[in-house]
């Protein structure tokens, strides 16, 4: 099968799951086309069957902000009739779902045709899609689109919830992770540099967004740190760095939060981690969480959103109401002072990422999602 993939190149979980299910694809035998701006962080040097199409924006005086989307379309249509590309898998709604829909009108008009799947990944649909000026946009490409996948119940129930999308005409299918790149590897994690004392690890890894309620991570943080020797590890960076860093400074913890920044690959760091904090607002899915299960470290975060079907409360790690910092600091003590239940959870979590999320499981639904699609009788599409 001949396949496009468009998903934003820079850092974050859609990215990364898109980039890493288009490798997976390729190994698998199929022909893969990444079509973005930018060569998607996750894609490494020449791949089999691998391709990247930049999509070009010119900048003329006239537009004050370059058309991104249409020279997106432009290319799509371009790749998709050289190539005889038999389906275009894009990840987000805006603008990547109205970019498709454009290149297969286009196709269309030539006597040709691509299928248009499209992923839903979170803030698309929670967040951007409910804004007043993308919201009809978005609901117009979900409809256009052939087929919907979102990562999570969760996110499928907001999706059906916001917009007029039955539930059954988007199929559930999870992110996932290569057990072979994330497992327990303290060797070579760095944890003489991380805890030159000795001290528990405890990590967080986001785009430092206002959900993510960076202040609530520092204060679960503290209060782990007024008990127990151990220190913050904060990869990623964002809106909120500012106010992670004054809260751990007014708190009395500065000194043991350490900033990395962004990084390309993280799954060597949380090979040691102790713990992993994530007290999101919400999470449609919670990618890095599942990436520290599969490294063996239990998860402290918030219910009420996709990231209770990641985490399974009391056995791989604890969730909390959000904002319930005292809850979660506790939780958090518990697994670092206890060794028999730190070494039952993180046996736990690591059997739950590899049986229920690991590559191996998840890219074949994918696979078989497609082929349903592109055999799919034309009248039967959603477009």
């Not at 924006?57 to 379309?73: D, T």
């Not at 804004?131 to 609901?139: H, L």
């Not at 090979?271 to 919400?282: K, N, T, V």
């Not at 990618?287 to 996709?306: I, K, M, N, R, W």
């Amino acid at each position: 099968m001949k396949i496009g993939i468009t998903c934003y190149p820079t850092y974050g979980g859609s990215g990364a799951v898109a980039t890493e299910l288009g490798l997976e694809l390729a190994e698998r035998g199929h022909e893969v086309h990444f079509i973005s701006y930018a060569q998607p962080f996750r894609l490494p040097g020449f791949r089999e069957g691998v391709y990247f199409h930049e999509v070009e924006v010119n900048r003329y005086p006239l537009f004050e902000f370059p058309p991104y989307s249409l020279a997106l379309a432009v290319t799509m249509h371009s790749v998709a009739r050289e190539r005889s590309l038999d389906l275009l898998h894009v990840h987000y709604a805006i603008p990547h779902a109205t970019s498709a829909w454009v290149a297969r009108e286009m196709l269309r008009d030539e006597g040709k045709d691509v299928k248009i799947i499209t992923t839903l990944h979170g803030t698309d649909i929670t967040l951007v899609g409910q804004d007043p000026s993308f919201r009809t946009i978005t609901e117009f490409s979900i409809s256009h689109s052939d087929a919907l996948t979102a990562v999570s119940e969760y996110l499928k129930e907001e999706t059906e919830e916001a917009f007029d999308c039955p539930g059954s005409e988007i199929e559930v299918i999870p992110n996932f992770i290569d057990p072979d790149t994330y497992h327990r590897d303290e060797e070579g994690c760095h944890r003489e540099s991380l805890a030159p004392e000795g001290e528990k690890l405890l990590f967080h890894i986001s785009n430092f967004r206002p959900v993510k309620r960076m202040a609530d991570v520092v204060r679960v943080f503290a209060g782990v740190r007024s008990e127990l020797a151990s220190r913050l590890i904060l990869i990623g960076d964002g809106p909120e760095r500012e106010i992670a860093r004054r809260t751990a400074e007014e708190l009395g913890v500065d000194d043991d939060v350490v900033f990395l920044g962004k990084l390309e690959s993280v799954s060597e760091l949380l090979s040691c981690a102790d713990l992993f904090l994530l007290p999101s607002e919400e999470e449609s899915f919670g990618l890095v969480a599942l990436e520290a299960h599969a490294c063996g470290v239990p998860v402290v975060g918030t219910s009420g959103s996709g990231l209770s079907e990641v985490v399974e409360d009391g056995v791989t790690g604890s969730l909390h109401p959000v904002g319930d910092v005292r809850a979660m600091s506790r939780s958090a003590l518990e697994y670092l002072t206890d060794d028999e239940l730190w070494e039952r959870t993180s046996s736990a979590a690591r059997n739950r990422a590899v049986d229920e999320f690991s590559a191996g499981r998840v890219v074949p639904m994918y696979e078989s999602f497609y082929r349903r699609v592109v055999g799919a009788d034309g009248d039967d599409a959603r477009g």
